[in-house]
């Protein structure tokens, strides 16, 4: 890495809320198929329902999450971050062997310890350490289906794989 080059920030300070971000390999689409959604809101589920996070808001975008959340404890030796990225590239390795295909060759890396990779290694992590900042990112998070490279739903609380519909009207339909 070029001593100039900014590294993204992908450490979380468990206790803390942080708004955070993670991007599927190399952009591509794998979140649009609501079956790799669901494996995503299973994930955060289980790991909240082991009281090992708490999910304030989220979005599942065609390539990206973006999570508003606070990590509470280690999950075993890993990172609660660490555990729901593992677990869900493996349930995503499985969904694409079950379809056959040749989509899987699309996460194919070359690395000793791993033969696909579903997550770039970059997450973001930005910590809300104040009221403004945490509703500027919450903002940002539900109006993202809307932007004009995405145009999924003419209003926020139109998009299923969002909190907008809790925070709008109150609605909790998708668990967590």
Not at 19 to 30: D, E, G, K, P, V
Not at 144 to 162: A, G, I, Q
Request: proline residues 2%.
């Amino acid at each position: 890495m070029n001593l100039f080059e900014s590294k993204r920030k992908s450490f979380m300070e468990i206790g803390e809320i942080y708004f955070w971000t993670a991007t599927i390999n190399n952009w591509q689409l794998l979140l649009q198929p609501d079956e790799y959604k669901k494996v995503v809101i299973d994930s955060l589920d289980h790991l909240s329902n082991k009281g090992k996070i708490d999910v304030f808001a989220f979005i599942i975008m065609p390539n990206h999450i973006h999570l508003i959340w606070r990590t509470k404890e280690l999950n075993g030796k890993e990172s609660a971050q660490g555990s729901f990225l593992k677990f869900t590239a493996h349930e995503f390795r499985k969904i694409l062997i079950n379809e056959g295909g040749n989509a899987l060759s699309n996460y194919s890396v070359d690395a000793a310890n791993k033969e696909y990779e579903f997550w770039q290694r970059d997450s973001l992590a930005v910590h809300l350490y104040t009221k403004e900042v945490a509703y500027q990112k919450l903002d940002y998070l539900h109006n993202n289906p809307l932007t004009d490279k995405w145009r999924l739903v003419n209003d926020p609380c139109d998009y299923k794989y969002s909190t907008s519909r809790f925070y709008e009207k109150g609605i909790k339909d998708l668990g967590l």
